[in-house]
Nanobody
Framework: VQLQASGGGLVQPGGSLRLSCAAS????????IGWFRQAPGKEREGVPC????????YYADSVKGRFTISSDNAKNTVFLQMNNLKPEDTAIYYC????????????????????WGQGTLVTVSS
């Protein structure tokens, strides 16, 4: 069982990045999926989380209107499209999976996960 996050890097303020989280060993479609981030000296926070139905995902206020979570169940992969990036978005980003799928809201607000990816670093700087 593994979650592999990728797509991080250095981007200028106002730029965009797309993160990917590929799952192996279990079907993502049966789980709530979330992206979390942890900046230096801060606690890990849930950014967006989504249920199996992909309806009404939860977004933290800090990223609403800028970040979009989506999933491709056929590829067993979840994506995080990040637009209009700000320096305060700099962090290590992790993907996670939690069962059952309907727990996606609590997954984000309580930072819960059965499986965690290794993290990918996003740096927003000019």
């Amino acid at each position: 069982v593994q979650l592999q996050a990728s797509g991080g890097g250095l981007v200028q303020p106002g730029g965009s990045l797309r993160l990917s989280c590929a799952a192996s060993g279990f079907p993502l479609a049966d789980y709530a999926i979330g992206w979390f981030r942890q900046a230096p000296g801060k606690e890990r926070e849930g950014v967006p989380c989504i249920s199996r139905s992909n309806r009404n995902p939860y977004y933290a206020d800090s990223v609403k209107g800028r970040f979009t979570i989506s999933s491709d169940n056929a590829k067993n992969t979840v994506f995080l499209q990040m637009n209009n990036l700000k320096p305060e978005d700099t962090a290590i980003y992790y993907c996670a999976a939690l069962r059952p799928s309907e727990t996606y809201y609590y997954m984000c607000v309580q930072t819960q996960g059965d499986y965690w990816g290794q993290g990918t670093l996003v740096t927003v700087s000019s």
